[in-house]
């Protein structure tokens, strides 16, 4: 399989390329938390936007709901007020069936705890998405193959995740989180796991990935370096996004 074909299953359209305009838009998000007598207020009337394409950092201290935002951007949680938008559409509108479907579909996640399957191969965790699908298993066995030779793992394809180095299980996450050709990669701490080398492999990954096939992304982090290299660089305080000076 060569690099044109490997690129070509990590594309939605025959040259690559993706919608214009909005991808997301989340208007008067909050989110509030009751301990006991205590009400924690996370998330303020918080609001955000995203093109298609377009990367986004968000930093802030410790505990302000940057995760939060995540899961909330990513339908793992729904807000006590406010709208998240995909193309237009509420998704907190839809069934609960299609919102599951649409999340395995539409939304990449990576997280800092890459929680991979350890009894499974890094071929069988990445194929994990498309058979939750319905997919064949021989379509989503190649698409697997390709993404995983995609972020370097040619000769892992058939190791045990728990034979693999930190850095390496984080790619098999990302691939895994690529495998269904997502319009988002949402990432919490992606590289907060790692050593430098591994984090900078990384790093040059997800850039390289928004350049090749224009895939959006939102990445929390708290490596301002790799915030430096995202678009639009967010910090989150008092419930509410502001921009990064």
């Known amino acids: 399989m060569d690099d044109t074909e490997i690129k070509s299953r990590l594309n939605r359209s025959e040259n690559g390329s993706r919608k214009s305009g909005p991808l997301l838009q989340a208007s008067g998000l909050s989110r509030r938390f009751t301990d006991k007598d205590t009400t924690i207020e996370i998330l303020n009337g918080l609001s955000v936007k995203l093109d298609h394409g377009e990367t986004m950092a968000v930093v802030g201290e410790s505990g302000v709901g940057k995760s939060t935002l995540l899961h909330i951007l990513g339908t793992l949680d729904q807000p006590d007020a406010g709208k998240v938008m995909y193309n237009g559409i509420n998704v907190f509108e839809m069934p609960s069936a299609r919102l599951a479907s649409f999340r395995n579909s539409a939304i990449g996640f990576v997280f800092q705890f890459h929680y991979l399957l350890p009894e499974f191969t890094s071929l069988e965790n990445v194929m994990m998405p498309g058979l939750i699908s319905g997919m064949k298993k021989k379509n989503i066995r190649e698409d697997a193959e390709a993404v995983l030779i ?96």
Not at 168 to 183: G, H, I, T, Y
Not at 200 to 206: C, D, I
Request: no cysteine; charged share 25%; hydrophobic share 45%.
């Open 150 to 245: 995609r972020v370097g793992l040619k000769e892992r394809l058939a190791q045990r995740v728990t034979d693999l180095s930190g850095g390496e299980q984080q790619r098999v996450a990302l691939a895994r989180a690529l495998v269904l050709n997502p319009d988002i990669l949402l990432a919490d701490e992606p590289t907060g796991n790692l050593d430098q080398r591994n984090s900078a492999q990384v790093h040059e990954f997800l850039v390289e990935l928004n350049r090749e096939i224009g895939m959006a992304m939102v990445v929390v982090t708290h490596n301002l370096k790799l915030a430096g290299m995202m678009q639009q660089k967010m910090h989150i305080a008092d419930g509410k996004l502001k921009h990064l000076e």
